[in-house]
Protein backbone atom coordinates (compact mmCIF):
# COMPACT_ATOMS: atom_id res chain seq x y z
CA UNK A 1 0.00 0.00 0.00
CA UNK A 2 1.50 3.39 -1.10
CA UNK A 3 1.74 5.60 1.94
CA UNK A 4 -0.29 8.88 1.14
CA UNK A 5 1.55 12.72 1.36
CA UNK A 6 -0.10 15.83 1.39
CA UNK A 7 -0.66 16.18 -1.88
CA UNK A 8 -2.82 12.41 -2.49
CA UNK A 9 -6.17 13.17 -3.71
CA UNK A 10 -9.03 11.30 -1.04
CA UNK A 11 -11.93 11.35 -1.49
CA UNK A 12 -15.48 9.99 0.47
CA UNK A 13 -18.17 7.80 -0.26
CA UNK A 14 -21.58 8.16 1.41
CA UNK A 15 -23.61 4.52 1.11
CA UNK A 16 -27.02 4.06 2.98
CA UNK A 17 -27.47 0.92 4.96
CA UNK A 18 -27.49 -2.08 2.70
CA UNK A 19 -30.88 -3.89 2.14
CA UNK A 20 -31.25 -6.99 4.94
CA UNK A 21 -30.24 -9.50 4.72
CA UNK A 22 -26.65 -8.48 3.89
CA UNK A 23 -25.63 -11.12 1.14
CA UNK A 24 -23.13 -10.24 -1.43
CA UNK A 25 -26.03 -10.04 -4.19
CA UNK A 26 -27.85 -7.06 -2.12
CA UNK A 27 -24.65 -5.80 -1.41
CA UNK A 28 -23.95 -6.03 -5.44
CA UNK A 29 -27.68 -4.60 -6.63
CA UNK A 30 -27.31 -1.63 -4.27
CA UNK A 31 -24.16 -0.45 -4.52
CA UNK A 32 -22.45 -1.61 -7.71
CA UNK A 33 -23.34 1.25 -10.25
CA UNK A 34 -22.08 3.90 -6.94
CA UNK A 35 -18.95 2.19 -6.52
CA UNK A 36 -18.05 1.66 -10.27
CA UNK A 37 -18.53 5.65 -11.07
CA UNK A 38 -16.35 6.56 -8.06
CA UNK A 39 -13.87 4.06 -8.82
CA UNK A 40 -13.49 4.62 -12.35
CA UNK A 41 -13.00 8.27 -11.82
CA UNK A 42 -10.86 8.38 -9.28
CA UNK A 43 -9.01 5.93 -10.79
CA UNK A 44 -8.28 8.52 -13.38
CA UNK A 45 -7.33 10.94 -11.01
CA UNK A 46 -4.71 8.54 -9.77
CA UNK A 47 -2.31 8.91 -12.40
CA UNK A 48 -1.42 12.93 -11.63
CA UNK A 49 -0.66 11.86 -8.35
CA UNK A 50 2.19 9.90 -6.58
CA UNK A 51 0.15 7.27 -4.67
CA UNK A 52 -2.61 5.66 -4.86
CA UNK A 53 -5.73 8.03 -4.71
CA UNK A 54 -7.40 6.89 -1.29
CA UNK A 55 -11.16 6.31 -1.72
CA UNK A 56 -12.71 6.61 1.88
CA UNK A 57 -16.46 4.17 1.90
CA UNK A 58 -18.20 5.17 4.90
CA UNK A 59 -20.96 3.04 5.19
CA UNK A 60 -23.86 3.40 7.55
CA UNK A 61 -24.12 0.26 9.85
CA UNK A 62 -27.89 1.40 12.19
CA UNK A 63 -27.06 -1.70 14.38
CA UNK A 64 -24.37 -0.49 15.79
CA UNK A 65 -26.19 1.83 17.52
CA UNK A 66 -26.25 -1.26 19.72
CA UNK A 67 -29.41 0.00 22.08
CA UNK A 68 -29.00 -3.48 23.68
CA UNK A 69 -25.55 -2.52 25.10
CA UNK A 70 -24.35 -6.00 23.50
CA UNK A 71 -20.33 -6.61 23.14
CA UNK A 72 -18.52 -5.73 20.21
CA UNK A 73 -17.74 -9.32 20.21
CA UNK A 74 -21.43 -10.08 19.96
CA UNK A 75 -21.72 -7.84 17.30
CA UNK A 76 -18.87 -8.87 15.72
CA UNK A 77 -19.97 -11.69 12.47
CA UNK A 78 -22.58 -9.32 11.50
CA UNK A 79 -20.37 -6.80 11.30
CA UNK A 80 -17.36 -8.19 9.49
CA UNK A 81 -19.86 -9.64 6.86
CA UNK A 82 -20.80 -6.46 5.87
CA UNK A 83 -16.52 -5.24 5.91
CA UNK A 84 -16.11 -8.26 3.75
CA UNK A 85 -19.08 -7.58 1.38
CA UNK A 86 -17.97 -4.36 0.70
CA UNK A 87 -14.54 -4.98 -0.04
CA UNK A 88 -15.56 -8.14 -1.73
CA UNK A 89 -17.37 -5.47 -3.65
CA UNK A 90 -14.89 -2.73 -4.11
CA UNK A 91 -11.91 -4.89 -5.41
CA UNK A 92 -14.42 -7.32 -7.61
CA UNK A 93 -15.38 -3.75 -9.55
CA UNK A 94 -11.79 -2.91 -9.75
CA UNK A 95 -11.24 -6.47 -11.66
CA UNK A 96 -13.78 -5.91 -13.45
CA UNK A 97 -12.33 -2.37 -15.05
CA UNK A 98 -9.05 -3.14 -14.92
CA UNK A 99 -8.56 -0.54 -11.99
CA UNK A 100 -5.44 -0.79 -10.01
CA UNK A 101 -5.16 -0.94 -6.23
CA UNK A 102 -2.78 0.55 -3.71
CA UNK A 103 -0.54 1.38 -6.28
CA UNK A 104 0.05 4.67 -8.78
CA UNK A 105 -2.94 4.55 -11.22
CA UNK A 106 -5.17 2.69 -8.79
CA UNK A 107 -7.21 3.44 -5.62
CA UNK A 108 -6.52 3.09 -2.15
CA UNK A 109 -9.97 2.13 -0.52
CA UNK A 110 -10.64 2.41 3.19
CA UNK A 111 -14.41 1.46 4.48
CA UNK A 112 -15.37 3.18 7.29
CA UNK A 113 -18.41 2.39 9.79
CA UNK A 114 -20.70 4.54 10.45
CA UNK A 115 -24.30 4.42 12.50
CA UNK A 116 -26.09 6.82 10.09
CA UNK A 117 -27.18 10.52 10.26
CA UNK A 118 -28.68 12.43 13.16
CA UNK A 119 -31.51 11.80 14.24
CA UNK A 120 -31.90 15.22 17.01
CA UNK A 121 -31.04 18.67 16.12
CA UNK A 122 -28.01 19.73 15.79
CA UNK A 123 -28.14 22.51 19.10
CA UNK A 124 -29.17 19.31 21.14
CA UNK A 125 -25.97 17.15 20.65
CA UNK A 126 -24.31 16.37 23.98
CA UNK A 127 -21.12 17.25 24.65
CA UNK A 128 -20.59 13.53 25.35
CA UNK A 129 -19.83 11.27 22.76
CA UNK A 130 -22.30 8.31 22.28
CA UNK A 131 -20.98 5.26 24.07
CA UNK A 132 -21.22 3.26 20.80
CA UNK A 133 -18.79 5.99 18.64
CA UNK A 134 -15.47 4.27 19.64
CA UNK A 135 -12.74 2.92 17.38
CA UNK A 136 -13.56 1.79 14.08
CA UNK A 137 -17.46 2.54 14.71
CA UNK A 138 -18.24 6.77 13.75
CA UNK A 139 -21.69 8.98 13.69
CA UNK A 140 -22.02 11.17 11.00
CA UNK A 141 -21.32 13.85 13.01
CA UNK A 142 -18.03 12.36 14.34
CA UNK A 143 -17.06 11.70 10.52
CA UNK A 144 -17.27 15.61 9.96
CA UNK A 145 -15.04 16.36 12.70
CA UNK A 146 -12.10 14.14 11.16
CA UNK A 147 -11.63 17.16 9.17
CA UNK A 148 -10.35 14.86 6.35
CA UNK A 149 -9.02 16.54 3.08
CA UNK A 150 -11.67 15.55 1.06
CA UNK A 151 -11.82 17.28 -2.14
CA UNK A 152 -15.10 15.33 -3.64
CA UNK A 153 -18.15 14.00 -1.07
CA UNK A 154 -19.69 11.14 -3.70
CA UNK A 155 -23.66 10.89 -2.50
CA UNK A 156 -25.84 8.16 -4.34
CA UNK A 157 -28.37 9.63 -6.01
CA UNK A 158 -31.57 7.93 -3.84
CA UNK A 159 -33.74 9.32 -1.07
CA UNK A 160 -31.46 7.32 1.41
CA UNK A 161 -28.42 8.80 -0.35
CA UNK A 162 -29.53 12.67 -0.61
CA UNK A 163 -30.41 12.48 2.87
CA UNK A 164 -27.43 11.05 4.15
CA UNK A 165 -25.46 13.91 1.88
CA UNK A 166 -27.92 16.60 3.00
CA UNK A 167 -26.96 15.46 6.76
CA UNK A 168 -23.68 15.50 6.25
CA UNK A 169 -23.52 18.86 4.23
CA UNK A 170 -25.36 20.18 7.03
CA UNK A 171 -23.10 19.08 9.93
CA UNK A 172 -19.96 20.47 7.65
CA UNK A 173 -21.24 23.93 7.64
CA UNK A 174 -22.23 23.95 10.98
CA UNK A 175 -18.92 22.20 12.75
CA UNK A 176 -16.22 22.74 10.58
CA UNK A 177 -14.77 26.15 10.48
CA UNK A 178 -12.35 27.86 7.85
CA UNK A 179 -9.84 27.86 6.41
CA UNK A 180 -10.59 24.02 5.56
CA UNK A 181 -12.89 24.86 2.18
CA UNK A 182 -16.09 22.61 1.82
CA UNK A 183 -15.51 19.19 -0.12
CA UNK A 184 -17.51 19.06 -3.52
CA UNK A 185 -20.94 17.51 -3.70
CA UNK A 186 -22.01 14.93 -6.73
CA UNK A 187 -24.15 12.54 -6.91
CA UNK A 188 -23.29 8.86 -8.50
CA UNK A 189 -25.69 6.37 -9.14
CA UNK A 190 -27.79 4.63 -6.80
CA UNK A 191 -28.28 1.23 -7.62
CA UNK A 192 -31.65 -0.44 -6.12
CA UNK A 193 -34.02 1.61 -4.62
CA UNK A 194 -33.00 1.93 -0.93
CA UNK A 195 -36.38 2.62 0.26
CA UNK A 196 -37.11 -1.00 1.83
CA UNK A 197 -34.30 -1.24 4.04
CA UNK A 198 -35.09 -2.77 7.11
CA UNK A 199 -35.16 -0.52 9.83
CA UNK A 200 -34.63 -3.13 12.52
CA UNK A 201 -31.05 -2.66 15.08
CA UNK A 202 -30.80 -5.70 16.21
CA UNK A 203 -32.84 -8.75 15.51
CA UNK A 204 -32.84 -12.45 16.06
CA UNK A 205 -30.48 -13.26 13.04
CA UNK A 206 -27.46 -11.58 14.48
CA UNK A 207 -25.43 -14.13 16.55
CA UNK A 208 -25.76 -14.33 19.60
CA UNK A 209 -22.53 -15.10 22.21
CA UNK A 210 -23.33 -16.59 25.53
CA UNK A 211 -21.13 -14.84 27.27
CA UNK A 212 -20.56 -11.36 26.79
CA UNK A 213 -17.44 -10.99 27.06
CA UNK A 214 -15.32 -7.77 26.64
CA UNK A 215 -11.62 -7.24 25.65
CA UNK A 216 -9.58 -4.13 26.10
CA UNK A 217 -6.68 -6.28 24.90
CA UNK A 218 -6.96 -8.20 21.10
CA UNK A 219 -4.36 -9.06 18.90
CA UNK A 220 -3.97 -10.33 15.04
CA UNK A 221 -0.56 -11.21 12.78
CA UNK A 222 0.18 -11.92 9.82
CA UNK A 223 2.94 -10.63 7.07
CA UNK A 224 1.08 -7.83 5.67
CA UNK A 225 2.80 -7.47 2.62
CA UNK A 226 1.44 -5.28 -0.20
CA UNK A 227 -1.33 -4.41 2.00
CA UNK A 228 -4.72 -5.62 0.36
CA UNK A 229 -8.43 -6.07 1.02
CA UNK A 230 -8.09 -9.18 3.22
CA UNK A 231 -5.64 -7.45 5.39
CA UNK A 232 -7.45 -4.79 5.90
CA UNK A 233 -10.39 -6.93 6.68
CA UNK A 234 -8.29 -8.12 9.27
CA UNK A 235 -7.44 -4.83 10.83
CA UNK A 236 -10.20 -3.45 10.88
CA UNK A 237 -12.30 -5.67 12.15
CA UNK A 238 -9.48 -6.56 15.18
CA UNK A 239 -9.74 -2.62 15.99
CA UNK A 240 -13.57 -3.19 16.01
CA UNK A 241 -13.14 -5.97 19.13
CA UNK A 242 -11.71 -2.84 21.34
CA UNK A 243 -14.36 -2.71 23.85
CA UNK A 244 -15.33 0.90 24.28
CA UNK A 245 -16.02 2.37 27.91
CA UNK A 246 -19.70 2.29 28.41
CA UNK A 247 -20.80 3.84 31.36
CA UNK A 248 -22.69 0.39 32.31
CA UNK A 249 -19.34 -1.58 32.57
CA UNK A 250 -17.46 -1.06 35.77
CA UNK A 251 -14.12 -0.48 33.61
CA UNK A 252 -10.59 -0.03 35.47
CA UNK A 253 -9.96 3.77 34.41
CA UNK A 254 -6.38 3.02 34.56
CA UNK A 255 -6.58 0.48 31.55
CA UNK A 256 -5.46 1.16 28.16
CA UNK A 257 -7.19 -0.51 25.40
CA UNK A 258 -4.51 -1.95 22.82
CA UNK A 259 -4.49 -3.19 19.74
CA UNK A 260 -1.71 -5.54 18.72
CA UNK A 261 -0.22 -6.93 15.55
CA UNK A 262 2.07 -9.40 15.04
CA UNK A 263 4.03 -8.74 11.89
CA UNK A 264 6.33 -11.90 10.87
CA UNK A 265 10.48 -10.92 10.62
CA UNK A 266 12.26 -11.18 7.66
CA UNK A 267 14.09 -14.12 8.77
CA UNK A 268 11.29 -15.80 8.34
CA UNK A 269 10.17 -14.87 5.23
CA UNK A 270 13.32 -15.31 3.28
CA UNK A 271 11.65 -18.02 1.34
CA UNK A 272 8.81 -16.66 0.41
CA UNK A 273 8.28 -16.16 -3.71
CA UNK A 274 9.26 -13.28 -5.23
CA UNK A 275 11.33 -12.69 -2.05
CA UNK A 276 13.13 -9.39 -3.41
CA UNK A 277 9.93 -7.66 -3.95
CA UNK A 278 8.32 -7.97 -0.43
CA UNK A 279 8.62 -5.25 1.70
CA UNK A 280 11.00 -4.81 4.43
CA UNK A 281 9.28 -4.74 8.06
CA UNK A 282 10.05 -1.55 8.52
CA UNK A 283 7.85 -1.02 5.85
CA UNK A 284 5.65 -3.56 6.37
CA UNK A 285 4.84 -1.86 9.87
CA UNK A 286 4.68 1.66 8.27
CA UNK A 287 1.76 0.21 6.11
CA UNK A 288 -0.04 -1.50 8.97
CA UNK A 289 0.26 2.13 11.11
CA UNK A 290 -0.94 4.22 8.37
CA UNK A 291 -4.15 1.99 7.96
CA UNK A 292 -5.05 1.69 11.02
CA UNK A 293 -4.18 5.25 12.28
CA UNK A 294 -6.71 6.33 9.03
CA UNK A 295 -10.02 3.96 9.96
CA UNK A 296 -9.74 4.83 13.65
CA UNK A 297 -12.32 7.70 14.87
CA UNK A 298 -9.88 9.76 16.26
CA UNK A 299 -8.95 13.27 14.09
CA UNK A 300 -5.16 12.80 12.51
CA UNK A 301 -3.62 15.45 15.36
CA UNK A 302 -4.76 13.11 17.98
CA UNK A 303 -2.70 10.65 17.07
CA UNK A 304 1.24 10.62 18.58
CA UNK A 305 3.85 8.10 17.56
CA UNK A 306 5.60 6.71 20.94
CA UNK A 307 7.71 4.12 18.59
CA UNK A 308 11.71 3.66 17.94
CA UNK A 309 13.18 5.59 15.40
CA UNK A 310 14.20 4.50 12.16
CA UNK A 311 17.64 4.06 14.08
CA UNK A 312 16.62 1.77 16.31
CA UNK A 313 16.67 -1.79 16.60
CA UNK A 314 15.00 -3.89 13.93
CA UNK A 315 11.49 -5.34 13.98
CA UNK A 316 11.27 -3.86 17.80
CA UNK A 317 7.99 -1.81 16.55
CA UNK A 318 6.71 0.79 18.84
CA UNK A 319 3.50 2.44 20.21
CA UNK A 320 1.20 4.27 18.50
CA UNK A 321 -1.17 6.18 20.48
CA UNK A 322 -4.65 6.46 19.09
CA UNK A 323 -6.69 9.10 21.72
CA UNK A 324 -6.42 9.12 25.22
CA UNK A 325 -7.25 5.89 25.77
CA UNK A 326 -6.17 2.89 22.62
CA UNK A 327 -2.57 2.21 21.68
CA UNK A 328 -1.70 0.71 18.74
CA UNK A 329 1.41 -1.99 19.17
CA UNK A 330 3.28 -3.49 16.36
CA UNK A 331 5.54 -6.80 17.34
CA UNK A 332 8.00 -8.11 15.42
CA UNK A 333 7.24 -12.10 15.51
CA UNK A 334 9.84 -15.12 14.96
CA UNK A 335 7.58 -17.99 15.68
CA UNK A 336 3.97 -18.67 14.83
CA UNK A 337 2.33 -17.84 18.36
CA UNK A 338 4.07 -14.24 18.90
CA UNK A 339 3.17 -12.08 21.84
CA UNK A 340 0.07 -13.99 22.72
CA UNK A 341 1.97 -16.55 24.76
CA UNK A 342 3.74 -14.15 26.21
CA UNK A 343 1.57 -11.60 26.96
CA UNK A 344 -1.19 -12.83 29.34
CA UNK A 345 -3.35 -10.16 29.38
CA UNK A 346 -4.49 -10.49 26.04
CA UNK A 347 -7.95 -12.03 25.33
CA UNK A 348 -9.03 -12.09 21.82
CA UNK A 349 -7.39 -13.21 18.43
CA UNK A 350 -8.34 -12.39 15.41
CA UNK A 351 -7.94 -14.74 12.22
CA UNK A 352 -9.11 -16.14 8.95
CA UNK A 353 -10.66 -19.24 8.07
CA UNK A 354 -6.69 -19.82 6.58
CA UNK A 355 -5.28 -19.89 9.85
CA UNK A 356 -7.55 -21.18 12.36
CA UNK A 357 -5.69 -24.00 13.05
CA UNK A 358 -3.37 -21.85 14.61
CA UNK A 359 -5.28 -20.26 16.81
CA UNK A 360 -6.14 -23.81 18.11
CA UNK A 361 -2.42 -24.09 18.86
CA UNK A 362 -1.75 -20.79 20.66
CA UNK A 363 -4.65 -21.72 22.96
CA UNK A 364 -2.80 -25.14 23.86
CA UNK A 365 0.09 -23.19 24.29
CA UNK A 366 -1.74 -20.69 26.87
CA UNK A 367 -3.21 -24.22 28.33
CA UNK A 368 0.12 -25.63 28.91
CA UNK A 369 0.82 -22.43 30.92
CA UNK A 370 -2.48 -22.34 32.52
CA UNK A 371 -3.76 -19.31 31.27
CA UNK A 372 -6.79 -18.54 29.94
CA UNK A 373 -7.55 -19.57 26.47
CA UNK A 374 -8.51 -16.78 23.81
CA UNK A 375 -11.83 -15.94 22.39
CA UNK A 376 -10.66 -16.45 18.64
CA UNK A 377 -13.10 -14.50 16.21
CA UNK A 378 -12.72 -15.51 12.40
CA UNK A 379 -12.98 -12.96 9.15
CA UNK A 380 -14.32 -14.14 6.12
CA UNK A 381 -11.92 -15.09 3.32
CA UNK A 382 -12.57 -12.88 0.39
CA UNK A 383 -13.50 -14.54 -2.99
CA UNK A 384 -14.40 -13.28 -6.36
CA UNK A 385 -17.13 -15.59 -6.95
CA UNK A 386 -19.87 -17.03 -4.38
CA UNK A 387 -17.84 -20.09 -3.63
CA UNK A 388 -15.08 -19.99 -0.73
CA UNK A 389 -12.72 -22.31 -1.99
CA UNK A 390 -10.28 -19.67 -4.03
CA UNK A 391 -10.41 -21.24 -7.31
CA UNK A 392 -10.61 -18.89 -10.16
CA UNK A 393 -13.52 -20.03 -12.87
CA UNK A 394 -12.87 -16.61 -14.99
CA UNK A 395 -10.43 -13.92 -16.11
CA UNK A 396 -12.37 -11.59 -13.48
CA UNK A 397 -11.69 -14.41 -10.51
CA UNK A 398 -8.17 -14.34 -11.58
CA UNK A 399 -7.74 -10.69 -11.99
CA UNK A 400 -9.73 -10.47 -8.09
CA UNK A 401 -7.16 -13.17 -6.49
CA UNK A 402 -4.40 -11.46 -7.94
CA UNK A 403 -5.61 -8.41 -6.12
CA UNK A 404 -5.80 -9.66 -2.92
CA UNK A 405 -2.82 -12.25 -2.62
CA UNK A 406 0.42 -10.74 -1.71
CA UNK A 407 2.44 -13.57 -3.69
CA UNK A 408 0.52 -12.71 -6.74
CA UNK A 409 0.76 -9.02 -6.28
CA UNK A 410 5.15 -9.73 -5.87
CA UNK A 411 4.17 -12.00 -8.60
CA UNK A 412 3.03 -9.11 -11.02
CA UNK A 413 5.91 -6.74 -9.73
CA UNK A 414 8.42 -9.09 -10.73
CA UNK A 415 6.59 -9.68 -14.50
CA UNK A 416 6.47 -5.88 -14.71
CA UNK A 417 10.16 -5.42 -13.46
CA UNK A 418 11.55 -8.11 -16.14
CA UNK A 419 9.42 -6.23 -19.01
CA UNK A 420 10.58 -2.97 -17.97
CA UNK A 421 14.59 -4.28 -17.95
CA UNK A 422 13.98 -5.88 -21.97
CA UNK A 423 11.96 -2.75 -23.00
CA UNK A 424 15.12 -0.49 -21.79
Not at 340 to 348: L, Y
Request: with cysteine; charged share 25%.
Amino acid sequence: MSQPTSSTPVSLVLLPAAPSPTTNETLEAAYSPALTAVLLKQSEVSFRSNSATIVEVAVVAPFLKNPHNSSRGQLFERTQKLLAGVYRLVYLICARNSIEVESRGGVDVRVLLVTGPPTIPLGDFPEKRPAYVSGVVSDLRTLVLHRRPWKLVFSLDSEAGLALSKGFAHLWRALVAPPLPAPEFTSVPGGISLSNVSKEIYSADTPYHPIPSRHLNVAVGGTFDHLHAGHKLLLTMTAFLLEPRHDSVDWDTAERRRLIVGITGDELLKNKQYREYLGSWDERQEAVRSFVDSVMNVAPKQSKDSSIGKSGPKETGGRLELGSDTALECIGISDPFGPTITDESISALVISAETRKGGDLINEKRTDKGWQKLEVFEVDVLSGNDTDDGVATSSVDKDFLDKISSTEIRRRISEKAASNSQNS
